[in-house]
């Protein structure tokens, strides 16, 4: 049985030879019979799995006061994030997603509060997965151009969490639907409404920034360019999401999947299979 350090022991000492079991993959159990027919998570060995999880927002794309299309608060170059920890801002609510102490062995980082090992700090606590939220703003900042830049960071924290034995829920997440749309002056909002504060998700191109906002978005992409997804990452993304979710009953699981299979074959340049 392995000894979790409690979450004031700092980096630890005797225990830092041990090490996390690797994770196994889970499914989803939907009981045929029986009073209880409620689905649930299970093991490889069919063993009801619960989890204990958390949400972690400091990869979202924030809205900020007045945004309006300007770049992203927190830095996204995975380098930024080697061994340190980029200072969090008064603008967010959310402070950065870090791990600085990636380099040592899971009970070798520290799960002192503040030490910037977040994910060491939630397997102290005893939490086991994780809500990771995403933007599509910068996954395809340009349409048709998926951010590889973007996409190296979620493998970096996918591999934090995976390091500390937490399983990862990615959340492709909207407020409000995009942090470019230009919050309402006091004042002119109808009766009854509150003026919009900006949100995140939906990139700048898809509500019609003014030019100041979108000449301050392309600045942003040159110094952070995307780079075209490969065709074998996009072949992948079109595996998976297979027909048996395409043709899902479920209007939002069929939807999404619908979604992947056409921007896969957007990328891949084949004749989009949803029409």
């Not at 030879?17 to 159990?29: D, K, N």
């Not at 996204?76 to 340190?84: F, K, L, N």
């Not at 500390?164 to 407020?175: A, E, F, S």
């Not at 957007?266 to 949803?274: A, S």
Request: hydrophobic share 40%; with cysteine; charged share 15%.
């Amino acid at each position: 049985m392995l000894t979790v350090p409690t979450a004031n022991a700092g980096a630890a000492t005797a225990s830092q030879a041990a090490t996390i079991p690797p994770l196994s993959f889970l499914h989803v159990v939907t009981p045929t019979s029986g009073p209880d027919l409620t689905p649930y998570l299970a093991d490889a060995s069919g063993r009801e799995v619960l989890l204990r999880g958390a949400a972690a927002g400091g990869m979202e794309d924030v809205a900020y006061p007045y945004a309006n299309g300007g770049p992203a608060v927190l830095p996204v170059a995975p380098s930024a994030y080697d061994g340190r920890c980029p200072k969090a801002s008064a603008l967010i609510p959310q402070p950065p997603l870090c791990e600085v102490q990636a380099s040592l062995s899971a009970f070798g980082q520290s799960t002192a509060p503040g030490s910037g090992d977040d994910f060491a700090q939630m397997r102290a606590l005893g939490f086991d997965v994780v809500r990771l939220v995403l933007n599509w703003s910068q996954l395809e900042p340009v349409p048709g151009t998926y951010s590889t830049t973007y996409l190296d960071r979620v493998v970096q924290v996918v591999g934090w969490a995976r390091q500390q034995g937490i399983y990862v829920i990615l959340d492709t997440d909207r407020d409000q639907y995009s942090r470019s749309v230009v919050p309402a002056k006091k004042g002119i909002a109808p009766s009854g409404c509150t003026p919009s504060g900006g949100g995140d998700g939906a990139p700048v191109v898809t509500v019609g920034p003014a030019p100041a906002a979108l000449t301050a978005h392309v600045a942003a992409e040159a110094i952070d360019p995307p780079q075209p997804i490969s065709q074998p990452a996009a072949r992948a993304m079109a595996e998976s999401a297979p027909n048996a979710e395409a043709n899902s009953p479920n209007a939002s699981i069929r939807s999404t999947a619908q979604l992947v299979q056409g921007l896969a074959a957007m990328v891949l340049g084949q004749t989009d299979p949803n029409g």
